[in-house]
């Protein structure tokens, strides 16, 4: 190896330590020798333990009627979801702005797990779907959630109604043949983007053979929709209308 | 500048090192091993401010630590566990803390030596048997804390009842007791005996209201379902009258309308 291919190394080296640093949050302004504090410094988020049956959270909207707010809030929280298969009811929190969660590729039933989470506007962390199959009512009364694409390919059942601001899309729902989801689910989702987005991102069920599903959306998207989107659904087994 | 970048790698590999990540290889493993430093860490310490209503396990109490807990309103309410064990929260405020948890059944170690207000803490619990004794030394408001525990059987007592009071003025009562014990139909005598025996002795304090001892003792009155008084002697009653307190029976049919 020559000099020159050390050098390179040493650099490539460099560049890689660089971004990964960065990639855990902290900023790398200084040269090598300023790498060992940058590490040093990458933050210690401090995760609560979950387990199943245990819930975060209240619903104020019924225990506002006292008159009186004397309520602690948590605007954030971090929780760690490693021993957690069912996620059922486990955020009910009105007032939680952010959720951190982490270790969720265990949770199979996320079921009602973020329902009336209403000031809730963004789930960071490492929120993994890859094994859930319940997803009914997941995102319940979210109206300010925005979330990135999230893995459906294991959902077998979707029923009840998502409220979300935004979504990235569906990565594989409906790869399950028979999957049970409620035609309204996505009803109240009133972003056009959205809506294409999920079309972009579902299972395309006509080329796997399976029986096509309908969809109802809200009445002002479907009239936004262009006949290339509706078609486009139509062509992956999913057949779109408008609920009134 | 060889010993320099020797060094700076020797830094770099310990402060790797020190996230709990190992390093094996040379420097181009380096970025590798710094994906790997976990940045969170795992904790059952639960933040102030946190509430859990609506849980279903009783692993809460052995997996968690409420000890930063300083608020317990509304803390699990609606929940449906079955047993409360050794809970460490420092709460003034119990108000509807286990409201309507209609599975629960025994109640172990509750720390209440700092509650103040428990108005309605274990209302609808019906299928709730046993309390072991409760540290009710600061509490000021008790009002239906127990109502409609309909199966409440073994109750070890409030532990001075009655010491702290008079927040809400010298003319009011020094404790609000006031259907306390509604629809405890099954108390067993035993308990009463432990609620009076623990009660605590009005005669040590003034009510503001007399000119002098001994006109001026606090006194209260606390209610119990007919059919629990019908199950006590006069020397049992006569425990809680010689400490003022007096003993009433009640089948009144307040209910909660908040909800």
């Given at each position: 190896m020559t000099t020159a291919d050390r050098l390179n190394d040493l650099i490539t080296a460099k560049e890689d330590m660089k971004s990964a640093i960065e990639e855990k949050g902290v900023e790398v302004t200084g040269g090598l020798t300023s790498y060992a504090d940058a590490i040093d410094s990458i933050k210690k988020i401090i995760a609560v333990k979950a387990f199943n049956g245990c819930s975060f959270g209240y619903s104020n909207t019924t225990w506002n009627s006292t008159g009186t707010q004397h309520f602690q809030t948590l605007p954030i929280m971090y929780v760690d979801l490693e021993a957690v298969t069912d996620a059922t009811d486990m955020f009910n929190f009105s007032d939680i702005k952010e959720l951190y969660l982490y270790n969720t590729f265990n949770v199979t039933n996320m079921d009602s797990m973020f329902v009336t989470c209403n000031d809730l506007t963004a789930i960071k962390g490492d929120f993994n779907t890859s094994n859930v199959t319940n997803m009914t009512n997941t995102f319940y009364n979210c109206p300010l959630l925005s979330i990135s694409l999230i893995d459906c390919g294991s959902v077998d059942t979707l029923k009840g109604s998502w409220t979300l601001a935004g979504i990235s899309g569906l990565k594989d729902l409906g790869k399950v043949s028979n999957l049970d989801i409620d035609s309204g689910v996505f009803a109240y989702i009133t972003d056009l983007t959205s809506i294409k987005n999920i079309i972009d991102t579902v299972y395309d069920r006509a080329t796997a053979g399976y029986s096509s599903i309908t969809l109802y959306v809200d009445y002002d998207v479907y009239n936004s929709l262009s006949n290339t989107y509706i078609n486009k659904a139509a062509a992956k087994g999913w057949i779109i209308q408008s609920f009134i | 500048?060889?010993?320099?970048?020797?060094?700076?790698?020797?830094?770099?590999?310990?402060?790797?090192?020190?996230?709990?990540?190992?390093?094996?290889?040379?420097?181009?493993?380096?970025?590798?091993?710094?994906?790997?430093?976990k940045n969170y860490e795992t904790t059952n310490v639960l933040p102030a401010g946190t509430k859990m209503a609506y849980s279903r396990s009783d692993e809460i109490f052995t997996q968690l630590d409420f000890s930063n807990i300083t608020d317990c309103e509304y803390m699990f309410y609606l929940s449906?566990?079955?047993?409360?064990?050794?809970?460490?929260?420092?709460?003034?405020?119990?108000?509807?803390?286990?409201?309507?948890?209609?599975?629960?059944?025994?109640?172990?170690?509750?720390?209440?030596?700092?509650?103040?207000?428990?108005?309605?803490?274990?209302?609808?619990?019906?299928?709730?048997?046993?309390?072991?004794?409760?540290?009710?030394?600061?509490?000021?408001?008790?009002?239906?804390?127990?109502?409609?525990?309909?199966?409440?059987t073994d109750f070890g007592g409030i532990k001075n009842l009655g010491k702290c009071g008079g927040l809400y003025g010298v003319n009011y009562p020094r404790v609000n007791v006031g259907y306390m014990f509604n629809q405890c139909n099954a108390l067993t005598r035993e308990s009463v005996v432990n609620i009076f025996n623990n009660l605590y002795d009005l005669k040590l304090v003034s009510d503001g209201i007399g000119t002098a001892p001994p006109y001026d003792f606090a006194s209260e009155t606390i209610y119990f379902p007919t059919v629990v008084l019908e199950r006590l002697t006069d020397e049992d009653i006569a425990i809680a009258i010689a400490k003022n307190w007096y003993v009433a029976g009640s089948n009144s049919t307040y209910e909660s309308n908040k909800f």
């Amino acid at each position: 190896m020559t000099t020159a291919d050390r050098l390179n190394d040493l650099i490539t080296a460099k560049e890689d330590m660089k971004s990964a640093i960065e990639e855990k949050g902290v900023e790398v302004t200084g040269g090598l020798t300023s790498y060992a504090d940058a590490i040093d410094s990458i933050k210690k988020i401090i995760a609560v333990k979950a387990f199943n049956g245990c819930s975060f959270g209240y619903s104020n909207t019924t225990w506002n009627s006292t008159g009186t707010q004397h309520f602690q809030t948590l605007p954030i929280m971090y929780v760690d979801l490693e021993a957690v298969t069912d996620a059922t009811d486990m955020f009910n929190f009105s007032d939680i702005k952010e959720l951190y969660l982490y270790n969720t590729f265990n949770v199979t039933n996320m079921d009602s797990m973020f329902v009336t989470c209403n000031d809730l506007t963004a789930i960071k962390g490492d929120f993994n779907t890859s094994n859930v199959t319940n997803m009914t009512n997941t995102f319940y009364n979210c109206p300010l959630l925005s979330i990135s694409l999230i893995d459906c390919g294991s959902v077998d059942t979707l029923k009840g109604s998502w409220t979300l601001a935004g979504i990235s899309g569906l990565k594989d729902l409906g790869k399950v043949s028979n999957l049970d989801i409620d035609s309204g689910v996505f009803a109240y989702i009133t972003d056009l983007t959205s809506i294409k987005n999920i079309i972009d991102t579902v299972y395309d069920r006509a080329t796997a053979g399976y029986s096509s599903i309908t969809l109802y959306v809200d009445y002002d998207v479907y009239n936004s929709l262009s006949n290339t989107y509706i078609n486009k659904a139509a062509a992956k087994g999913w057949i779109i209308q408008s609920f009134i | 500048m060889l010993d320099i970048l020797q060094n700076t790698k020797t830094d770099i590999k310990l402060a790797i090192h020190n996230q709990n990540v190992d390093v094996e290889g040379g420097l181009v493993t380096y970025g590798d091993a710094i994906r790997k430093i976990k940045n969170y860490e795992t904790t059952n310490v639960l933040p102030a401010g946190t509430k859990m209503a609506y849980s279903r396990s009783d692993e809460i109490f052995t997996q968690l630590d409420f000890s930063n807990i300083t608020d317990c309103e509304y803390m699990f309410y609606l929940s449906s566990f079955q047993n409360v064990k050794n809970f460490n929260a420092k709460s003034r405020s119990w108000n509807w803390a286990f409201y309507k948890n209609t599975n629960l059944l025994t109640v172990n170690g509750l720390n209440t030596g700092t509650a103040e207000m428990a108005w309605q803490t274990f209302y609808g619990c019906s299928a709730l048997t046993s309390i072991d004794v409760i540290d009710g030394s600061n509490l000021i408001d008790a009002g239906a804390m127990f109502y409609g525990c309909s199966s409440l059987t073994d109750f070890g007592g409030i532990k001075n009842l009655g010491k702290c009071g008079g927040l809400y003025g010298v003319n009011y009562p020094r404790v609000n007791v006031g259907y306390m014990f509604n629809q405890c139909n099954a108390l067993t005598r035993e308990s009463v005996v432990n609620i009076f025996n623990n009660l605590y002795d009005l005669k040590l304090v003034s009510d503001g209201i007399g000119t002098a001892p001994p006109y001026d003792f606090a006194s209260e009155t606390i209610y119990f379902p007919t059919v629990v008084l019908e199950r006590l002697t006069d020397e049992d009653i006569a425990i809680a009258i010689a400490k003022n307190w007096y003993v009433a029976g009640s089948n009144s049919t307040y209910e909660s309308n908040k909800f």
